[in-house]
């Protein structure tokens, strides 16, 4: 019942910025923690950053510093801004929502997931 909606992706420059958006629906999003992972061709899918129903963050070291995750519960939305993108950050990610108010870097803590939105770095 849980549905999760990424948009914002695209093809953008070196240096350049997105802002990645994830709408939820079906339900209450503002108790649990969200997340967004990425994966790019031939690599893992990994974690990149998570935010807890309190609002404290989390980021993996690749894009600590260039990037910002954040919510809105009033808008039952999570985003993920991305600054100083590169090459390296071409993936497509995906929103995620965690089965608790915490959220981990376990993806076995991670209940549901987007569709994904593609994000491509490139000249």
């Known amino acids: 019942q849980v549905q999760l909606v990424e948009s914002g992706g695209g093809l953008v420059q070196p240096g350049g910025s997105l802002r990645l958006s994830c709408a939820a629906s079906g339900t209450i999003f503002s108790i649990y923690a969200m997340g967004w992972y990425r994966q790019a061709p031939g690599k893992q899918r990994y974690l990149v950053a998570f935010?807890?129903?309190?609002?404290?963050?989390n980021y993996a070291d690749s894009v600590k510093g260039r990037f910002t995750i954040s919510r809105d519960n009033a808008k039952n939305t999570v985003y993920l801004q991305m600054n100083s993108l590169n090459p390296e950050d071409t993936a497509v990610y995906y929103c995620?929502?965690?089965?608790?108010?915490?959220?981990?870097?376990?993806?076995?803590?991670?209940?549901?997931w987007g569709q994904g939105t593609q994000v491509t770095v490139s000249s």
């Open positions: 935010i807890s129903s309190g609002g404290s963050t």
């Open positions: 995620t929502q965690g089965k608790y108010s915490i959220g981990s870097w376990y993806p076995s803590d991670w209940a549901f």
